[in-house]
């Protein structure tokens, strides 16, 4: 009994790991162990694939350099304006465009095809209207997260239940009411994860545009690094950023309550 006892409580307290977690661990070691060989083959011009050790290092060098927070921070602050411009706008043409379908017929055709196009082509005339600031880069990251947020807005309220909509006709709703009532809580999961694609392009947008025309954030840092061949700095940052990146999109996620993806 005692025996039996001891075991349980074994169990309680090694969790087997589920199949999920054994399989991205696997993945992540198997990955670093391709890249630790392929840093010692010499196979590749050297530096190219710098040994993990010599990333490890840059990236402690990084964490405690003040001026790598500063650019962090110029950077986080384009987004962050980039997001809420270009995902408020989105969300406002989204709400527009699926409760009015005389003008979702004549203008979401263009969201379609003006969305995939790659948004680094309207630099050049982000930077004569806007300047070589950071209002440009702002711009780039708002042209970017726009499309996604209001394509994503606009599907979802064409999947409203349309008893809804019928109860607040009912009561004689307005339009305003009807929006804050009706459609924002009914679309919560479109809006949240038309948001998170948003925040990614917006990412994509301000770097792109910082390697392109700027003297401060990550992005500048990032070509800065490659320039003068610091490979370890470079894939230091580029970790960096990846995992702010996935942090940033799991909390957008949770403060919308949706699972993110890391969290099945």
């Given amino acids: 009994m005692a025996e039996t006892g001891r075991l349980r409580l074994a ?3 090694a ?20 890249w630790e060989f392929l840093a010692h083959s010499g196979w590749l011009y050297r530096d190219v694939v710098p040994s993990l050790l010599s990333i490890g290092r840059a990236l402690a060098e990084l964490l405690t350099s ?19 411009i270009g995902g408020l706008s989105g969300l406002l043409v989204g709400l527009v465009l699926g409760a009015n379908r005389f003008l979702s017929r004549a203008f979401e055709s263009y969201l379609y095809y003006l969305g995939p196009a790659p948004k680094i082509i309207f630099f050049p005339v982000m930077i004569m209207w806007f300047g070589v600031g950071p209002e440009s880069k702002i711009a780039l990251g708002v042209l970017s997260c726009f499309f996604p947020v209001a394509l994503s807005v606009a599907a979802g309220m064409r999947q409203i239940d349309k ?3 019928r109860v ?3 009561f004689r709703a307005t339009t305003v009411q009807m929006a804050l ?5 009914a679309m919560r999961y479109p809006i949240i994860n038309g948001f998170r694609l948003g925040f990614g392009f917006a990412l994509i947008g301000a770097l792109l545009a910082e390697t392109k025309l700027s003297n401060k954030g ?20 580029l970790i960096v950023l990846f995992v702010l990146a996935i942090g940033a999109n799991a909390l957008i996620g949770r403060l919308g309550g949706v699972q993110s993806i890391t969290q099945v």
């Fill in 11 to 13: 169990t309680v307290a």
């Fill in 66 to 84: 003040s001026d790598y927070y500063f650019h962090l921070g110029v950077t986080a602050a384009e987004i962050g304006a980039a997001l809420a």
């Fill in 15 to 34: 969790p087997a790991m589920s199949p999920v977690t054994l399989l991205r661990t696997t993945i992540i070691l198997g990955v670093l162990a391709v």
């Fill in 218 to 237: 990550i992005g500048f840092l990032i070509i800065q690094a490659y320039s003068v061949f610091e490979m370890p700095r470079m894939y230091a940052m």
């Fill in 181 to 185: 009532k009706i459609y924002l809580p």
């Fill in 163 to 165: 008893v809804l909509i």
């Fill in 168 to 170: 607040g006709e009912s």
